[in-house]
């Protein structure tokens, strides 16, 4: 916020389980307190990007704000966007 960032991009260990809750995740600390976009890279990321950007929605308030961030990413790329929403099937007991 002092600099006025409009995008946080940081990496991440990628730990989980154990690891985790006894190290914290930064990362999901900034994630929930940043006022800007925040892009995390895991250790395996590739670096080599082409596209297309995938947005996963949930149709809340929050999703118009992560279309046109990968809107501006899609652009930087010249690629498109794709859209994705979710629906986990419902499993009644026999």
Do not use: M, Q, Y
């Given at each position: 916020e002092e600099v006025g960032a409009s995008l946080i991009v940081m990496a991440t260990h990628g730990r989980s389980g154990i690891?985790?809750?006894a190290l914290g995740s930064t990362a999901e600390g900034v994630l929930r307190r940043a006022h800007c976009p925040v892009l995390t890279v895991g250790p395996a990321a590739r670096t080599d990007l082409a596209?297309?950007?995938?947005?996963?929605?949930?149709?809340e308030a929050s999703s118009e704000a992560a279309l046109t961030t990968a809107g501006?990413?899609?652009?930087?790329?010249a690629t498109r966007v794709v859209a994705l929403h979710v629906v986990e099937p419902i499993v009644f007991p026999v």
């Open positions: 690891g985790r809750l596209g297309p950007v995938l947005a996963p929605v949930s149709f501006a990413f899609a652009d930087a790329l």
